[in-house]
């Protein structure tokens, strides 16, 4: 073989060599990304289970025991599971109740009141919020 075809072997390895690199980077790159939106989808769909599970908890007691509250606050695992304080990677939720109309002006079973369930990270961003509205045998 001559000289000359053995350098251009090399150019064309040389080529070849920073083309499968560029392809591997961004394959890496992606790889990363990827990674990534498992956990967020976990924690949008824990969100949401956490806010509706809050809105029942709260649906269950007495009409009469629903009195008015700026924002409840309460902590969970990441499961789901009430936790007792704020945990690694955990939920807070902070549950407000207040009354949409108030037909007489006493605070009675005639109100129409909603509950409203936000759904926090540990970093303080929000998740979620779920809304519902609560009445004493209808209107």
């Known amino acids: 073989m001559s000289r000359r075809h053995r ?4 150019i064309e390895l040389l080529i070849a060599a920073l083309l499968i690199s560029i392809v ?4 890496l790159s992606t790889w990363s990304v990827l990674q990534k939106v498992p956990n967020a989808k976990r924690a949008t ?11 029942e908890r709260v649906k269950a007691r007495k009409y009469e025991n629903l009195a008015d509250t700026n924002g409840a606050v309460s902590y ?3 499961n789901g599971a009430p936790a007792g304080g704020v945990s690694a990677h955990g ?13 007489d002006g006493n605070s009675d079973t005639e109100d129409l009141r ?8 540990n970093s303080g ?7 519902t509205l609560v009445s004493f045998g209808g209107l």
């Open 125 to 131: 961003k929000q998740l979620e919020t779920q809304r």
């Open 7 to 10: 350098g251009v072997t090399l």
């Open 76 to 78: 969970y695992d990441k």
């Open 45 to 55: 769909e824990m969100s949401s289970f956490i806010a509706v599970q809050a809105i």
């Open 24 to 27: 591997a980077a961004c394959a």
């Open 114 to 121: 909603e509950i409203r369930v936000d759904v926090f990270d």
């Open 91 to 103: 939920f807070t939720v902070r549950s407000y109740i207040s009354t949409v109309v108030d037909r």
